[in-house]
């Protein structure tokens, strides 16, 4: 574990948006190459770190589309850069095939989507959050993803570093899943000095040239890293892949390389899912949310508490790998989820799924373009209580 | 590279050629030729372009099923290492006589070294 | 499950050293020109001296594709048409690296084409090797961008009507500053401009006109790639310099070929460096790379 490298630490109290505060997350964290492409509403995230680079040495450059702009942040990553890139809901379709390429090479680095209203073009400039099954199916094939979900501008520089840490940790590119609301809203925010910043590095291999296989596991699950330019002299593909990095056509590699790349993040779940519950001992109902509608939960919490419902808040601060397991036991306990979501049912099937029908999931779904009316989620909360 | 008709082995002999002046100054070198019979897949890139029509097909098989080249006799690669340069499977290659020996190498004039594994 | 056949263990080919040997046999077909393109860029990188640890080898998905496989230096084998950024990435988060990108015609002109020409508008400092055969052969002989007008590939069965791209025009109208075209055949002048491409600053170009006698020759009757090879040796023109808009090639034509661009640009980073010290009037500390 090492400390945030000063140069990119704007230590101190701000007064910034969620995009700006996401992109300090991402100099705090030591990122120093950025490859994006402008899409409402993350452009300020791309502008802000464009401005900010030239003055602490990273390296910006706006790419032609959103399918360079990940693939940039592989290539720099495998230089030893720690890079991240943000997006929207159509960029952040373009660019799921070489998600599917970072999680197969299992490369370390962040991709921050501030989701709009969609499908399609869609809100542009309105909240949604309707991209957060797409943050776990959207590229093609088996794999396990790591998604974290801000609700506040401070959360957003937190869960980048966090995102940052979770990559190198993991050794695959992690997932920001912010809304335009959190985007756009500006609050205060407090950059702690450098050395309270834990930062995760990345695995270095440094043993002998002839001993090193890419793609073998250490006891963790995860494989040594190395750096295009260290000598090593490695080979690294898409296709699937032995220890080696050399490709082999087989079932038996696929089970090997690939069943690996799932439960490296499934059999680490429980180190990895971060949740943030209030008085979920002994509630009747438990409002399961993320990202702004935590927020727009609050006055809805309150007022059912107010009238005598135990009402718990379980907040969802990884949202890939599901919590699985605390929704389960919950499940025993309550006689029903309320889940508030921009979208019309996306994360209350994961909720419903886990629940295994101990108790019920209502979801609150809103198509996007503005928050819920915590009124909704009230009634959502009485029936629930029924 | 000309165009037009590809070099016969007569142009060599042609009736305007002279021995040149400084024939006993410059030493044409001579090459061995090295061959790993079973990396070929029997392209002919080789006999195709030596400038010096060393090589031909041999009438024998590898363990790919495929015939290989061999060395002509009559000490005729100069070493220019065009074969080595063109072949695809990296089967061929030259070494300047009497120089970088490997194991097992026949020492020859021009001849080829034939391995398999 | 496929038994690995190896190679005579004593005779050593001196390029073994800059191959992955333990993957051989190759995958490409007999009289296929890639084994001759990776031969011409071994001798390149050889007579460079180029420190190897040094060097970063990008591919797409293709036949082209698997070269960075087989290469043993750092190797890339990315997705389809994103070689380019890919190493646009490498390239600029270490500026150290010497990034050469090895791709197919349609991996790099088709899907890629969009990443081809921004790089080379950026001159971004990578070199390109371009093997064209005119045919997506990995899939099974489709169309490319390449293929010449009338020749017959599985998606245009009844002959290709489409207007195919000339690459070196391509490469210079969109600012490259080193464009040279050579056929597979001409391995000498092949690897000197590969030696001339990576040595050159900027967004450096070979296209290699390469066989392929599993689908374009075989699609076409054109017999296998020996007879391609000698339709190139007959029909291939040195014309050093000449107009990129002459350098169009037609189905069975004569084709042009030789070194038609070398100029001087600044490259991305220069540029950006230089506009940054002046933007930010010597405060500012020349990127040297994203990587302490």
Request: with cysteine.
């Amino acid at each position: 574990m090492t400390t945030a490298d000063p140069k990119g630490v704007l230590t101190g109290a701000h007064y910034l948006d969620g995009d700006h505060a996401a992109a300090e997350g991402g100099l705090a964290a030591g990122c120093r190459f950025f490859a994006g492409y402008p899409i409402t509403p993350s452009t300020e995230v791309a502008e802000r770190i464009a401005a900010r680079f030239p003055q602490i040495g990273g390296l910006f450059v706006q790419m032609e589309d959103e399918i360079a702009s990940i693939a940039a942040i592989l290539g720099a990553s495998w230089a030893g850069a720690k890079t991240m890139t943000v997006t929207s809901g159509p960029g952040f379709s373009l660019m799921m095939e070489n998600f599917g390429l970072g999680l197969m090479m299992e490369v370390p680095t962040v991709i921050v989507n501030v989701q709009r209203g969609g499908p399609s073009t869609g809100l542009p400039t309105l909240p949604g959050q309707a991209d957060m099954m797409q943050a776990r199916w959207g590229s093609h094939g088996d794999y396990e993803v790591i998604a974290l979900s801000p609700s506040s501008p401070q959360e957003s520089f937190d869960y980048v570093i966090k995102a940052f840490n979770l990559s190198e940790q993991y050794r695959l590119p992690v997932l920001v899943m912010m809304d335009e609301c959190v985007g756009h809203m500006t609050e205060k925010i407090v950059i702690p000095k450098a050395e309270e910043i834990e930062i995760v590095p990345r695995k270095l291999f440094h043993g002998p040239k002839d001993a090193y296989r890419p793609y073998e596991p250490d006891s963790d699950m995860i494989p040594w890293m190395t750096r295009a330019g260290d000598g090593y002299r490695f080979h690294t593909t898409g296709l699937t892949h032995d220890e080696r990095g050399y490709p082999v056509m087989s079932a038996e590699c696929q089970e090997k390389c690939v069943h690996r790349l799932v439960d490296k993040i499934r059999k680490h779940a429980d180190d990895i899912v971060v949740l943030e519950e209030e008085e979920t001992d002994g509630a009747e109902v438990v409002v399961v949310s993320y990202g702004i509608s935590c927020r727009v939960s609050v006055p809805a919490i309150e007022r059912a508490r107010a009238e005598g419902i135990k009402v718990g808040s379980l907040k969802l601060v990884t949202v890939w790998p599901f919590p699985e397991r605390r929704i389960g036991e919950l499940a025993e306990k309550v006689k029903a989820f309320v889940v508030p979501e921009l979208n019309y049912g996306q994360m209350c099937y994961e909720v419903e799924r886990c629940a295994a029908g101990k108790a019920r999931t209502i979801l609150v779904p809103h198509g996007g373009g503005w928050v819920h009316d915590p009124k909704s989620i009230h009634q959502a909360i009485k029936e629930g209580a029924k | 590279m000309p165009q037009g008709a590809r070099p016969t082995p007569d142009s060599t002999r042609s009736k305007y050629w002279r021995k040149p002046l400084d024939a006993d100054r410059i030493k044409i070198p001579h090459g061995e030729i090295h061959i790993a019979v079973n990396r070929c897949k029997g392209c002919q890139f080789c006999v195709e372009y030596c400038p010096r029509h060393a090589l031909e097909m041999s009438s024998d098989f590898n363990v790919k099923g495929y015939h290989y080249p061999v060395a002509k006799p009559g000490n005729l690669c100069v070493d220019c290492r065009l074969c080595q340069m063109l072949c695809p499977e990296f089967a061929i290659f030259c070494v300047e006589e009497g120089e970088g020996e490997d194991e097992g190498t026949a020492k020859a004039d021009g001849k080829a070294k034939e391995a398999g594994e | 499950m496929t038994t690995k056949t190896g190679v005579a263990p004593d005779l050593t080919h001196p390029m073994d050293g800059l191959l992955r040997m333990d993957r051989m046999p190759h995958i490409w077909c007999p009289t296929c020109g890639l084994g001759t393109t990776v031969t011409a860029f071994a001798t390149a990188v050889e007579s460079l001296g180029l420190d190897l640890d040094r060097l970063a080898v990008v591919s797409g998905i293709g036949c082209t594709g698997r070269v960075a496989g087989y290469i043993k230096v750092d190797s890339f084998h990315t997705t389809h048409g994103r070689a380019i950024p890919f190493a646009t990435g490498l390239h600029l988060a270490n500026p150290k690296l010497k990034v050469v990108v090895i791709s197919g015609d349609g991996d790099l002109f088709a899907i890629g084409g969009n990443h081809f020409i921004h790089a080379a508008r950026r001159n971004i400092d990578i070199t390109i090797i371009c093997v064209n055969n005119f045919i997506y052969a990995m899939t099974g002989g489709q169309v490319a961008p390449t293929t010449p007008v009338t020749s017959k590939a599985a998606t245009m069965p009844y002959g290709n009507f489409e207007q195919p791209f000339n690459i070196p025009h391509l490469a210079e109208s969109c600012g490259a500053v080193y464009v040279a075209r050579w056929s597979a055949l001409d391995v000498r002048r092949l690897a000197k401009s590969i030696s001339e491409a990576i040595l050159k600053p900027g967004f450096s170009v070979v296209e290699v006109i390469s066989p392929c006698s599993t689908l374009y020759a075989r699609q076409n009757r054109l017999g296998t790639g020996l007879d391609l090879m000698r339709f190139y040796h007959d029909n291939c023109e040195i014309r050093h310099g000449a107009d990129t808009r002459e350098l169009a090639i037609d189905y069975q034509s004569k084709i042009v070929v030789g070194k038609f661009v070398d100029r001087e640009r600044p490259t991305y980073l220069d540029s950006m460096n230089k506009w940054y010290s002046e933007a930010f009037g010597g405060r500012y500390e020349t990127y040297e790379g994203s990587v302490k």
